[in-house]
């Protein structure tokens, strides 16, 4: 049972025009979202999270925007790099007690120059 | 500040063995998480560990285990290797889970091969 979703393991864009990744989550307990990259060899690292109290967290190139009805939130990445090529994960957390983060299967991101 | 360290970083073993796996978190960081990463379940909890006690558990079986010592250090143990083992394992370290929303830095991984 797959609570977090992002349901396009892959996806192309051209260097410089935006990339918008989604994610999908069904356990209305989770109450902070992050995502994070990994590139091949390494372990992810922390990118940008966001909490349910706000729906937009902005950190230059990136930005989180979480939609709480939908339970769904997208990162996007504007201009799009070569450098950002890699793997990305959604995770989320339920801050309360039991503070498992749960994680998406990622998205492979190509970004082509 | 060194980073999340963790050895080896590739292991080979066979069906039935047991394995040891070692992570050294950041400096100053007090709790250690472990996940399994493979291509079609993405990045599965195991533990978490804190002040030396497993504060949290994933749905494993028994023949996953792990400590952490008096230095934050940790390692998990795999005994009766199966193929399905085979897998990316990563530790993450965060400060202090007081605030819960602490941020994990991961380490790069051992990558366990079974056969």
């Known amino acids: 049972d797959q609570q977090v979703k992002q349901n396009s393991p892959s996806l192309s864009v051209q260097e410089g025009r935006i990339s918008i990744l989604n994610c999908d989550y069904t356990?209305?307990?989770?109450?902070?979202f992050l995502w994070y990259k990994k590139y091949p060899a390494e372990g992810p690292t922390f990118l940008i999270s966001?909490?349910?109290i706000k729906d937009k967290n902005e950190d230059g190139r990136f930005t989180v925007f979480l939609n709480k009805s939908a339970k769904h939130l997208s990162l996007h990445i504007v201009p799009s790099q070569p450098g950002d090529s890699a793997v990305y994960f959604c995770?989320?957390?339920?801050?309360?007690?039991?503070?498992?983060?749960?994680w998406g299967l990622g998205t492979s991101l190509a970004v082509n120059p | 500040k060194a980073g999340v360290t963790q050895t080896p970083r590739y292991l080979i073993k066979t069906r039935g063995q047991q394995v040891t796996l070692s992570c050294s978190p950041i400096?100053?960081?007090?709790?250690v998480s472990w996940y399994q990463q493979t291509p079609g379940q993405g990045l599965q909890f195991l533990f978490e560990?804190?002040?030396?006690?497993?504060?949290n558990k994933g749905n494993f079986p028994g023949r996953f285990s792990g400590r952490q010592f008096s230095n934050s250090r940790s390692e998990m143990n795999v005994s009766t290797l199966e193929l399905g083992d085979s897998a990316l394992y990563l530790c993450?370290?965060?400060?202090?889970?007081?605030?819960?929303?602490?941020?994990?830095?991961f380490g790069p991984g051992t990558r366990l091969t079974v056969l």
């Open positions: 400096s100053g960081h007090r709790s």
């Open positions: 966001i909490s349910s």
């Open positions: 993450a370290s965060t400060r202090d889970p007081a605030g819960n929303t602490d941020t994990q830095y």
């Open positions: 995770a989320a957390l339920n801050a309360g007690n039991n503070r498992k983060l749960i």
């Open positions: 560990y804190f002040s030396e006690t497993q504060r």
């Open positions: 356990n209305s307990m989770f109450d902070y």
